[in-house]
């Protein structure tokens, strides 16, 4: 994709903490009334919900306040997500509806950036038929948006800049974190996989490693201000360092992770199956804060599938990797990706899925019907699977995947588990909520005042998503 720029003037040198600055300074100049506020709404993966805490603490620092209602908001940010239809289906809903909003405050600002906004064609759709959104810029330039904000204050026109692919400079940004005691560190960024169904190494560029010094800082001032859990994100954590000049490899970060006093529960996420290393499994076995989960997608168990959906790898390799963790690490929660009706599937292909699910016996699975989308191999392929098929495999996949989690739940009734608890149950609040190093979901009764602190709860009942308990 081109470059797209749109700007009445070109993007000024100050891009990042120096635009907070000088945003910061604007505003107070000429928005005397009263403080600015924002809303920041996040669709997808865990990159794009850290993406937006940055975000989030680059415009506090600007001097906007959070506010919890998009009617209350003077800037709204759409943080979108592009992997299915339906995820960008909704984020065009909610845009339509921010029309009648903008009427009412004239000085509101509409910005839309993450993988929607890195696809040429949305962002025509978006000048043409959405005049309301402001600002548009892409998953490589989220510094960028108090220099853009300034811009479309000053100018009064729509800022639009996206670009290809871009050196991860704002990880050094103020960031306003979700929680104070679990959060996200991101360890590199993009993709260099290409399955052949995924939108992601076109929205989000070629693999980018952090450096192993600038992850470990980042963990231990979370450490420090008292975090209790980590986890590290990656599209495919296992080619950590690839592109890095040093040799260090992902057990490696891992380890010395590990190695850093307070944090007490790390996990990563996501490990392509192809990649994942013995070593690694060791290292997860060998340190008790690297929690006994793992997300493995397999995503089919047909291998002439996972051949035309490029995952290099075989049910068979998938299996003894699985299984080889499964004989290392104690109480192994594992989870996966599914994806039914990929093109080509035929009820063979699928057969083959729901048998690899029941040997692999996992604890939790996200499926999904695929979902073709533009520009991708798979999108084009003329064996597209009718709409009724894949529903009706996605509904026997449900009927087969669910209640082997129920079993496994059933299984942990009567241990005690540690959990860190997270919050209050939306329906009860002398119900508490929070996950097991393995990540169940439990919930128990308990005081409010134990968020954030790791609990010994007794599993006292199970359902196929969620563990009943009550504190030790
Ligand atoms: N990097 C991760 C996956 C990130 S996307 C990995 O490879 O393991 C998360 C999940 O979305 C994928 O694992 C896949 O199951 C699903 N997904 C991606 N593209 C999809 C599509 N076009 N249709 C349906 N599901 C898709
Ligand atoms: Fe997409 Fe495959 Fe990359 Fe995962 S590894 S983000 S599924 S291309
Ligand atoms: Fe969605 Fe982009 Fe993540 S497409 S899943 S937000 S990398």
Known sequence: M???IELTQEPTAQTGELGITILNQWIRENYTEHPLTYIIKTWGCQMNERDSEIMAGVVEECGYTRVDREEEADLIVYNTCLIRENAEMKVFGNLGQLKALKKKNPKMRIALCGCMAQKEHIVEKLKKSYPHVDLVFGTHNIHELPVLLMDSYKVNRRQIHVLEDGVKTYQNLPSRRLYDFKGFVNIMFGCNNFCSYCVV??????EQSRSKDEILAEVQEMADSGYQEITLLGQNVNSYGNDLDSSVVFADLLEEIAAIEGIKRIRFMTSHPKDI???????MAKYPTICNQL?????AGSNRILKKMNRKYTKESYLEKLNYAKSVIPNLTISTDLIVGFPG????DFQDTLSMVREAEYDFAFSYLYSPR???PAATDPDQVPDDVKHHRFDRLMET???IFLR???ALVGKTLTVLVEGVSKNDSSILNGRTKGSKLIHFPGDPGLIGSIVRVNVKRAQTFILFGEVE
Not at 295 to 299: A, I, K, T
Not at 345 to 348: D, G, I, K, L, V
């Open 201 to 206: 190494p076109y929205t989000r560029g070629r």
């Open 374 to 376: 533009a520009g991708t």
């Open 345 to 348: 599937e035929t009820e063979a």
């Open 2 to 4: 081109e470059e797209i």
């Open 408 to 410: 496994k739940n059933e």
């Open 401 to 403: 995947v669910n209640p």
């Open 295 to 299: 997300h493995l997608p397999v995503q």
């Open 277 to 283: 290393s013995h070593h690694l499994i060791d290292i």
